[in-house]
T-cell receptor, first 117, second 109 residues
Framework: EAGVVQSPRYKIIEKKQPVAFWCNPI?????LYWYLQNLGQGPELLIR????????DSQLPKDRFSAERLKGVDSTLKIQPAELGDSAVYLC???????????????FGPGTRLTVL | QKEVEQNSGPLSVPEGAIASLNCTYS??????FFWYRQYSGKSPELIMF????GDKEDGRFTAQLNKASQYVSLLIRDSQPSDSATYLC?????????FGAGTILRVKS
């Protein structure tokens, strides 16, 4: 079974440029998460989707970040414009169920390492 | 602010020893607790979850939960060099999974 797929794996951009990350979850997983992980820290949730619906985007900086999950499968996270402080690893994860018990079957993708110069 | 606290380490143990990793959390109402392992440059992978007070064992790993004291721990028996990684504790607050910053474990051969 294929895992969570993310692309690109690495991205280097200059500040004020736009950037987009793509995620394809495990087949059949209806819940999709985007996390941000800074060096030496744990992942922090940016947004959680159940199917097409963003059910928790309270931590998403909406002035520059946007996300979409059309058709309830793959998802794109965008930053426009990027700032120096956005340098981090962006992790996508998916799970089969929804709600709190879905976390016991949450699988992470390999992440996208973003460097903003 | 919902918090999950972990000692950053590094925790160094000799091969074959028991490694004990600890985590405290701030919300007494939390019901679900998770331990993830993260190798350098890799993504987190779930090791164990625990919902009830007491111990839960899976192979060399034992998770321990004490809700009254608001801590959860992970014991790794017969530690191996391949166990060297960062161990992340995570707690569900409402519907959100909140991670600690992790403890670096180093197992010396």
């Amino acid at each position: 079974e294929a895992g969570v797929v993310q692309s690109p794996r690495y991205k280097i951009i200059e500040k004020k440029q736009p950037v987009a990350f793509w995620c394809n979850p495990i087949s059949g997983h209806n819940t999709l998460y985007w996390y941000l992980q800074n060096l030496g820290q744990g992942p922090e949730l940016l947004i959680r989707y159940e199917n097409e619906e963003a059910v928790d985007d309270s931590q998403l900086p909406k002035d520059r970040f946007s996300a979409e999950r059309l058709k309830g499968v793959d998802s794109t996270l965008k930053i426009q414009p990027a700032e120096l402080g956005d340098s981090a690893v962006y992790l996508c994860a998916s799970s089969l169920g929804s709600g709190t018990r879905s976390y016991n079957e949450q699988f992470f993708g390999p992440g996208t390492r973003l460097t903003v110069l | 602010q919902k918090e999950v606290e972990q000692n950053s380490g590094p925790l160094s143990v000799p091969e074959g020893a028991i490694a004990s990793l600890n985590c405290t959390y701030s919300d007494r109402g939390s019901q679900s607790f998770f331990w993830y392992r993260q190798y350098s440059g890799k993504s987190p992978e779930l090791i164990m979850f625990i919902y009830s007070n007491g111990d839960k064992e899976d192979g060399r790993f034992t998770a321990q939960l004490n809700k009254a004291s608001q801590y959860v721990s992970l014991l790794i028996r017969d530690s191996q060099p391949s166990d060297s990684a960062t161990y992340l504790c995570a707690v569900v607050y409402g519907n959100k999974l909140v991670f600690g910053a992790g403890t670096i474990l180093r197992v010396k051969s």
